[in-house]
């Protein structure tokens, strides 16, 4: 099991920056994938951000392609989601997760661990 402290959200006019945080406990971090979701009130969980256990592959929505990115410490247990050119459609609760195995991946249920989650809300 792996517990997660998530840090770096906020409110943030368009065209903004932010850069989330995600601190983690438990299980080996630099043995799983990990991953970023959002939701935004009355819509699914939505993919965001993964990568891989050595950090060496990431995979992004088309969404956010070119305007944010994921990276990990492996040596910090962090992983970092920077998300530049934000937009009101930004705004959600985003989640960091970890993933049932190395790589990366879109999909929900390849995720067994979920941080609290931390609000991002971009004005227009």
């Known amino acids: 099991q792996v517990q997660f402290l998530e840090s770096g959200g906020g409110l943030v006019q368009a065209g903004g920056s932010l850069r989330l945080s995600c601190a983690a406990s438990?299980?080996?971090?630099?043995?799983?994938?990990m991953g970023w979701f959002r939701q935004a009130p009355g819509k699914e969980r939505e993919f965001v951000a993964a990568?891989?256990?050595?950090?060496?592959?990431?995979y992004y929505a088309d969404s956010v392609k070119g305007r944010f990115t994921i990276s990990r410490d492996n040596a910090k247990n962090t992983v970092y989601l920077q998300m530049n050119s934000l937009k009101p459609e930004d705004t959600a609760v985003y989640y960091c997760a970890a993933g049932k195995t190395a790589g990366p991946s879109p999909r929900v249920y390849d995720y067994n661990s979920w941080g609290q989650g931390t609000q991002v809300t971009v004005s227009s």
């Open positions: 990568i891989t256990w050595s950090g060496g592959s990431t």
């Open positions: 438990g299980r080996a971090f630099r043995t799983y994938g």
